[in-house]
Each structure stands twice: as C-alpha cells, then as structure tokens.
C-alpha cells in the first residue's frame, strides 16, 4: 500500500517510519528541501518522488510546519488538476478551521476528499504508540487504513473544522503554558526574583515546576514552528475575544526563543541554568 507524506520533520519522518514499520510503501517530495532533511526522510525509509507520484497516491499526509500548509495544497492540488487524478488529502497541520477550511476549497470536488486531522502528543518512538491522530470530516473511513498501519487513529463526530479546533484548544492549554513560564522565567532573571520563584514553584507548584524543567528546553528547537501555530490560535479565538491577544504575544515570544537560538542561545541558557538549579 502506498501512502504520501509531505513533511520529514521530527513528526512526519517518525510516522512515516511507524508506516513504514507496518509494511506501508510511503513517498515523500524533497524537492528544494535540506541535505538534513533529505537524509532524515531516507532514515525513515521515506521515497523521494516526484509530484505526480505524490498525488496519485491513495492517501496524501500534510505534515509540515503551519505556515507551508496552505501552499503545500496548492501544489497538490495543482498537480491533480494536470493529470485530472483525485486522491484523499489530509491536513495534519496546527492550523485554524478557518485556515482548513481555505485548504478544503482549494481542493474544490473535482480533486478528490479533503480530511481534517489534528496530531496530539510527540512522535512515535519504538515500542511505544505515539501521538493520537484526531480526525474529522471523514464519514467513509477514508483514515481507517492508518489504524492498520499503526497509528492511534480517533475519528470525531463533525465536519472539517473539528479536529483542527480541538489541536487549537490543546495547543493553546499546552504550549501556551510553556510561553507563559518562559515569559514569567525570563522577568524573574531580569529581575532578580528567579531564585525565590524557582523555590517557590518547586514547593507551592511542583507539577507545573517539572513540565518547565522539560517543557522549555524541548521547545527551543521548535520555537520558529510555534509562532506560526500560535498566530492560528490567535485567529481562531477571534477579534472579539480578549484571549486572542495573549497568544499575539505568544506569537512574539516564541519568535524571540528562535531568535535568541539562532543567536548563540543566551536567553535559553539562563533559563536552563534556573531550571538546573546550578
């Protein structure tokens, strides 16, 4: 069975790799992509092919960094409209339902079905069942072939839009937790309160004091990513919703870390010193 990713980041190679691992044949598109992703998509046993391949395969996985997933379906879309194919196209992108929404129609009824899907957790790892794949807007099954292939599939009752909702809630709970700690870390240092507050996590907070010491230092390599995510979060609250601003400034925040990380990582080894205790 042949199945598409586009994406060979952290979470498209891993789950390519678990498809793989299930007897999948899983192409993939590198054109224009880095030596080190071209090589990570090879070690997950990714294809490199060319687009007409990619589209005409069964099913086709959009998994890449919020940004690229409007024109990710263009070019799919594009590309079925040459050949006059269709295929069934799932974005898995943490993107709004509005943004789905544009990336449904731009596939229109002539391309073939569009799913909606939403990834929650990290990338699967060996001997352990990964992230769960939520889905919507697929009352044929369509997705059903990935719980064969091993992933946790968990189709949701309602239309495209859904799953994408329920990724821009976890993800605002979730990541915004993480940019609020960072935030309010980073004032503690400039400050001078850091090691009060640090001792008064540990004692008063303890569970929220352990996802900081893990949760900040995973995240650095995934700031750039983040800020397009939390753009889409601001958008899906709306205009009219006070919270929309909190996640514009989370937004800003995560392009600081990924600036500070290009930078030498200054900020990030502050942090990573406060957290360690030393």
């Known amino acids: 069975m042949e199945i598409a990713v586009i994406g060979a980041g952290a979470m498209g190679g891993a789950i390519a790799r678990r498809l793989v691992e ?3 044949r899983v192409v993939t598109y590198l054109e224009g992509r880095s030596a080190s992703t071209i090589e990570r998509a090879k070690a997950a046993g990714m ?3 060319g687009m007409d391949v990619v589209a005409a395969s069964r099913l086709v ?3 890449v960094p919020p940004a690229e997933a409007v024109a990710v379906a263009k070019q799919v879309a594009a590309e079925l409209r040459r050949s006059g194919g269709k295929t069934t196209f799932m974005d898995c992108n943490a993107i709004s339902p509005k943004t789905m929404e544009e990336v449904a129609a731009i596939f229109g009824g002539d391309c073939g079905t569009v799913l909606d899907g939403s990834i929650i957790g990290g990338p699967p790892k060996p001997g352990q069942k990964g992230p769960q794949l939520y889905i919507s807007g697929d009352a044929a099954n369509d997705s059903g072939v990935l719980g064969d292939l091993g992933l946790q599939v968990r189709r949701m009752d309602g239309p495209i839009g859904a799953a994408s909702a329920l990724k821009m809630c976890y993800a605002g709970i979730n990541k915004g937790v993480t940019g609020l700690g960072t935030a309010m870390l980073l004032a503690a240092i400039r400050s001078g309160a850091d090691g009060a507050l640090k001792r008064e996590l540990q004692e008063s907070l303890p569970n929220l ?4 010491v893990h949760g900040i230092p995973d995240m ?3 700031a750039y990513r983040w800020v397009a995510e939390m753009e889409e979060i ?5 205009e009219d919703d006070p919270a929309a601003l909190i996640f514009k400034g989370m937004a800003g925040l995560y392009r600081k870390m990924a600036r500070d990380r290009q930078e030498g990582g200054v900020l990030a080894a502050e942090l ?6 030393a």
């Open 234 to 238: 601001s958008e899906f609250l709306g």
């Open 22 to 24: 299930n007897g999948a």
């Open 220 to 222: 650095y390599p995934k």
């Open 61 to 63: 996985l959009s998994i």
């Open 272 to 277: 990573d010193k406060l957290n360690s205790g």
């Open 209 to 212: 004091d352990a996802k900081f």
């Open 47 to 49: 294809e490199p092919v």
